[in-house]
C-alpha cells in the first residue's frame, strides 16, 4: 500500500513539474517555440459579384453549418470593382472576392488591389442572341452573325445597325463583348493595352452610334422582340435567365473569338493568413459537386466547363472601359 501511495504521488509531482515547466518555458522562450493552441473560429466576409451572389449566399450558409468554427459571410459587391470595401477597414478586409471573369481581378490588380490565387468556381460563355429574322439576314448578307459581318454592316452606307451589349460601366459582360471585338479584329487570344490602342479606331467604328446598352438588355429582346436591336452580344446565363434560350424564334450561337465569365474566386493579398486559409477552404467547397450541380439556380454552368477563351490584361480592361466611356451611349 505504501509502496502505491509513493508511486501515486510521484506520478502527481511528476505531473506539476511538467505543467511548471511548460508555463516557464511559454514565458521566457515565447519568441522561441509555440505551443498547440485551441481551434479559433474564424469568421470572414466574401465580396460577391450580383450575378452570382444568391448561390453563393445558399453555399455558405450550407458551409457554416458543416464547420461552425468556420464561418462565412457574402457581401454583395457594390461595384464593377469593389474597391471601398476592400479598402475600408485594412484590419479586417474581406478575405475574398468572387468576381464574375478573370480579368476584372486583373483590373482590380492595375488599380492597386492585390488578388493571388483566383481560381474559377463557375461559367458562363459569352453568346450572340438573335431573332431567326435577325439571324437570316446576317446569314444572308454577312455570312452569319459574326463581328466582322457587324463592322461591315456598321460602316455600310446602306445597312444600319442597332445592337446590343451590356454596359461595361457596369458589368463584366459588357467589357467581355469589347474584349472580343478587339481580339477579332486583331486576331489575338491574348490583349495588352498597347493591342487595345491599336484596335481603337475599329472599334470606335463599330461602338459608337450602333450599339446600346439598356439597363435590362436580355428581358428587352424578351419583351420588345425585334424592335430591341438586330442582335445582342450577353453572358449565356443572361440569355437563360430572359428565358429567351427557351423561345423557338430566338437562336443563340458563341462568341468568337470566345471570351468566358469563369466567376474566380480570389484571395486577398491583405487579408490575414487564418482568413486566407479559411477562404480556400469555402473555395473548395463550393466546387463540390453539391454545389456545382446547383448553379442552374442562377443559370451559369459548373467550372469544370470554362473555356480558357481570350485572355485581357489590367491594362487592357482599363483602356476598353475608357474608350466605351466615350463610345457609348
Do not use: C
Not at 446598352?213 to 443572361?238: C, E, I, K, Q, Y
Not at 480556400?280 to 466547363?305: C, E, M, Y
Not at 485581357?312 to 475608357?322: I, K, N, S, T, Y
Request: glycine share 6%; hydrophobic share 45%.
Amino acid at each position: 500500500m505504501q509502496q502505491n501511495k509513493a508511486l501515486f504521488f510521484g506520478i502527481i509531482g511528476l505531473a506539476v513539474l511538467i505543467v511548471a515547466a511548460l508555463i516557464a518555458a511559454r514565458f521566457f522562450l515565447a519568441d522561441q517555440i509555440e505551443l498547440p493552441t485551441l481551434a479559433e473560429k474564424v469568421s470572414i466576409r466574401v465580396v460577391a459579384a450580383p450575378s452570382i451572389e444568391p448561390w453563393a449566399r445558399q453555399a455558405a450558409s450550407a458551409f457554416n453549418q458543416k464547420n461552425p468554427n468556420t464561418q462565412v459571410e457574402i457581401v454583395r459587391a457594390n461595384g464593377l470593382i469593389p474597391d471601398a470595401q476592400f479598402r475600408a477597414d485594412p484590419q479586417n478586409p474581406p478575405a475574398a472576392w468572387l468576381a464574375e471573369a478573370t480579368f476584372m481581378v486583373e483590373l482590380a490588380g492595375h488599380r492597386g488591389l492585390a488578388f493571388q490565387d483566383a481560381q474559377s468556381v463557375a461559367s458562363s460563355g459569352l453568346t450572340w442572341g438573335a431573332f431567326k429574322t435577325k439571324q437570316d439576314e446576317f446569314n444572308q448578307n454577312y455570312g452569319g452573325l459574326s463581328w466582322e459581318g457587324l463592322h461591315a454592316k456598321a460602316v455600310s452606307p446602306e445597312d444600319g445597325l442597332n445592337f446590343v451589349v451590356a454596359s461595361p460601366a457596369n458589368s463584366a459582360e459588357g467589357l467581355a463583348a469589347l474584349i472580343s471585338a478587339a481580339a477579332a479584329t486583331l486576331k489575338k487570344d491574348s490583349l495588352s493595352g498597347s493591342d487595345v490602342s491599336q484596335a481603337d479606331a475599329w472599334l470606335t467604328e463599330l461602338f459608337e452610334i450602333n450599339a446600346k446598352t439598356p439597363a435590362t438588355p436580355a428581358d428587352n429582346f424578351a419583351t420588345m422582340r425585334v424592335s430591341a436591336g438586330d442582335a445582342g452580344l450577353l453572358s449565356l446565363a443572361s440569355w437563360r435567365r430572359a428565358r429567351l434560350t427557351e423561345n423557338p424564334d430566338f437562336t443563340t450561337s458563341p462568341a468568337q473569338p470566345p471570351v468566358n465569365l469563369d466567376y474566380p474566386l480570389a484571395i486577398f493579398s491583405q487579408a490575414s493568413p487564418a482568413a486566407q486559409q479559411a477562404a480556400t477552404a469555402f473555395r473548395t467547397f463550393l466546387l463540390d459537386a453539391g454545389q456545382q450541380n446547383s448553379l442552374n439556380t442562377v443559370f451559369l454552368d459548373p467550372a469544370s466547363t470554362a473555356s480558357s477563351g481570350v485572355q485581357a490584361d489590367g491594362d487592357a480592361v482599363q483602356r476598353l472601359l475608357d474608350l466605351a466611356g466615350r463610345v457609348l451611349q
